[in-house]
């Protein structure tokens, strides 16, 4: 009799135990938390054109660029604010990058520069060309930065080139 109501104990109780070590018993999604890679962001370029700020970021590992600009790309990501402090050349950027507000601060190597544009003097040169002069000289410049070359040359180099270009096309103009 003992035995029996053991047995009746225990089948009538396996039910709750085995429910109860169920509840217990974290599902795989519970034990495998979705673990989201922490992007450490560097600024890598930094340039105003037109008055809007474009900030290029390149990702810890070096394996994504990510261009900013104010206004939202295909996947939602935009520039917020950026700011250049010219003693320390530490660039602050606050951005929305896959959808979470994030703020990046970096040493830029070099210090951001304005687009040069040419002097009064340099734009009274061109208008004494003559048009064919001026036409030249466009395609020599065109040329010129064509060239993959030409275009990795420092600032001075590509300046003295074209001031070159210039004078000579000047001097056949003449």
Known sequence: MLRLSLFILLVSIAPLAFAA??????????????VKKEVNWKVTAFSVID????????????????????NPDAQGNKLISASFNTESNNVSVVAIIDGTQQSITSKLKVPPSKPRSPSDEDRKKYESLSDKGKEKLREAFRAKFENPAFRNFSEEERRNAMRDIFEKIQAEDK
Do not use: F, M, Y
């Not at 795989?28 to 938390?33: F, N």
């Not at 008055?51 to 104010?70: F, G, H, M, W, Y």
């Open 21 to 34: 070590d169920d509840a217990l018993t974290p599902k795989a999604s519970e034990t495998t938390p979705v």
């Open 51 to 70: 008055e809007k700020a474009l900030v290029v970021l390149t990702d810890s590992n070096a394996q994504r660029i990510l261009p900013l600009k104010p």
